[in-house]
Nanobody, 122 residues
């Protein structure tokens, strides 16, 4: 069983930045498709950004392109999400997902974290 733990959430003003971290208890993240999702109150969980199994390709939701950057360090088993120019509509619980079983934007992952709250005040 792989443990996944997110951190770095908080309260920030619109236009500000936050960096989320995700630590996994695997020996390495290489070989795993890994992504960030988010879920706002009353809404379904949605894909934010992902890195494929080799680490050679990234994918972003249209709503965050140009503002968010996903990255990872396989040796440190860590995934990050740098979020810049945050907007009120980015407010949500952000989840880290490890082990994509199909395309990165699908919610079909082997392991999920418990989530970290991001609140953007306008």
């Amino acid at each position: 069983q792989v443990q996944v733990v997110e951190s770095g959430g908080g309260l920030v003003q619109a236009g500000g930045s936050l960096r989320l971290s995700c630590a996994a208890s695997t020996r390495t993240l290489s070989g795993y498709g890994t992504s960030w999702f988010r879920q706002a109150p009353g809404k379904e969980r949605e894909f934010v950004a992902g890195i494929n199994w080799s680490g050679g390709s990234t994918t972003y939701a249209d709503s965050v392109k140009g503002r968010f950057t996903i990255s990872r360090d396989n040796g440190k088993n860590t995934l990050w999400l740098q979020m810049n120019n945050l907007k009120a509509e980015d407010t949500a619980v952000y989840y880290c997902a490890v082990g994509a079983r199909s395309k990165l934007s699908s919610t079909d992952y082997a392991y999920w974290g418990q989530g970290t709250q991001v609140t953007v005040s306008s």
